[in-house]
């Protein structure tokens, strides 16, 4: 057990529908990440929170958005949805940034759209 | 560009030893990482090793690391069935994101 946890493990919806998917990081740990694992574009990099604030932006979609809450739990918002953005999505993290954290992942969030 | 290589599959016997390689890209990654993910779970972090160092061990894991190369290879002695899985390994770079920059995956199969 990493000690990140997501929630759903699961998820189907429909195409246009919005979904929010929600991540706990590891006790004491101050960044968040989210990754995208899909079978044409392999895992990919979506966005990191390191204390409530947005550190760095990848391959997100403006049709998805995060934050990251005092309590430092982060919540991955996905609307619009499409066929293609069915994928696993992982949430990490680490004590801190800057190239120096340890990432650990979450078990992920299967999403299926349909 | 921003590829981490490595090959997709191997088969290993039982008992033997494995070696999964993987070659990055950026000079300046601070830390270089190896997953595993078993079907149908997530990324469990398996190893990692600091820029600097040329080799960690790791019970039956050995990490090696040649940075004129940016070759990272993973060995894991007696090999059981139990590591059947996906290896991933990662970069993360000194730049201004903490992204992991993740390989394709090697698909390591363990037959009796």
């Known amino acids: 057990d990493s000690g990140v946890t997501q929630t759903p493990k699961h998820l189907i919806t429909a195409t246009g529908q919005r979904v929010t998917l929600r991540c706990s990081p590891r006790?004491?740990?101050?960044?968040v990440y989210w990754y995208q694992q899909s079978l044409d574009q392999g895992l990919q990099f979506l966005i990191q929170?390191?204390?409530?604030?947005?550190?760095a932006k990848g391959n997100i979609l403006e049709r998805f958005s995060a934050q990251q809450f005092p309590d430092l739990h982060s919540e991955l918002n996905l609307s619009s949805l499409e066929l293609g953005d069915s994928a696993l999505y992982f949430c990490?993290?680490?004590?801190?940034?800057?190239?120096?954290?340890?990432?650990?992942f979450g078990a992920g969030t299967r999403l299926s759209v349909l | 560009g921003e590829d981490v290589e490595q090959s997709l599959f191997l088969s290993v016997r039982e008992g033997d030893s494995s070696v999964i390689n993987c070659t990055y890209t950026d000079s300046s990654s601070t830390y270089l990482y190896w997953y595993k993910q078993e079907p149908g779970a997530g990324l469990q972090l398996l190893t990692y090793i600091f820029s600097n160092m040329d080799m960690k061990q790791d019970q039956r894991l050995t990490v090696l690391l040649n940075k004129k190369d940016k070759h990272l290879s993973l060995r894991i002695a007696d090999t059981q069935t139990g590591d059947s899985a996906i290896y991933f390994c990662a970069e993360s770079r000194r730049d201004n994101t903490d992204k992991l920059i993740f390989g394709t995956g090697t698909r390591l199969q363990v037959f009796p």
């Open positions: 006790s004491g740990d101050l960044s």
């Open positions: 929170y390191y204390n409530g604030e947005e550190r």
């Open positions: 990490a993290s680490s004590v801190e940034g800057g190239g120096l954290g340890i990432q650990y």
